[in-house]
């Protein structure tokens, strides 16, 4: 049996080995970082409907096989203050020219440092742009009747 497998027996060498696994790790640490940040502008979209404007940034992607994450300031257009909608907050991926799309998203409200949401904020999780191409993300302000306003930006990837 010892023949099948001939690194078994062989003594490893435990400084070089721990070097290599460090080596590793710092490599991959580094590549998912770089990956994970692209120079995505921030967006904002117009609500008329309902006065605001929400702000966009990217935290991490967008990028097409891994899932993207994007935080959300929902602000009254005079005051520029963060404010607390009554309305639920829809985000959806939209392959326009395929005729597909890409769901669900998560989203959820940031806590501040005393644990507690801070209206207006958001993070959008859970964005995955299955593959390249173009994309539109809409994002959608739905009211106790269903009623929608919605607006979107593009994404090319
Ligand atoms: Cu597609």
Partial sequence: MMKKYPYLSRK???????LGVVVFL?????????LAQTNFPPQT???????????LQFEEGP???????????????????LIALNETIKVTLWMPDMGHGSAPTKIQQINNDQGFPQPGLYR???MQFVMGGIWEVYVTLVNAEGQEESQFFTVAL
């Fill in 12 to 18: 490893l060498n435990f400084p070089s080995a721990l």
């Fill in 26 to 34: 710092s490599c991959w640490l580094i590549g998912t970082q770089v």
């Fill in 45 to 55: 979209l117009l609500y008329p409907q309902h006065d605001v404007q929400i702000f």
């Fill in 63 to 81: 990028l097409v096989g891994r899932k993207s994450v994007m935080q959300m300031q929902v602000k009254d257009r005079k005051t520029q203050q």
């Fill in 124 to 126: 959008v999780s859970n």
